[in-house]
């Protein structure tokens, strides 16, 4: 499985990869068990690759619960930043309306007064 495979995945596609994967580590580490039981002739060899699987099995376990902490962290950063958006956007509404009653009420202002309402409601 190269690259652009994995990377067209959804989530669900990840979920069922990694418990498809995980059904294998388990029937392997099941065989070697069996084969150390019944005395396989190279049962050492088998039961230290089982050990090297096993920590490598654990390391990919702590890399996804870093990745999903760090996409966690994404995601309410994300979040933040739509809020922050939305508070803009209300901002900017407020500041025109605001602008539009304001000349309304006083058809002609003074450059000094709308410069100070436009340095008042720069955003």
Known sequence: MNFSTLSSFGMIGW???FCVQEE????LVNMSAELVREKYHGAQRVK???A???QRWRQLLEM???HKANLTLLC???MTMREIDTIMATIKELQVSTLGAFFDKHPEPNSASAAVLNAFFAV
Request: negative net charge; without cysteine; aromatic residues 6%.
């Open 15 to 17: 979920v069922r990869l």
């Open 24 to 27: 294998r580590f388990n029937d």
């Open 48 to 50: 230290e690759r089982e």
């Open 52 to 54: 090297e699987v096993i």
């Open 64 to 66: 996804l619960e870093k």
């Open 76 to 78: 309410n950063l994300m």
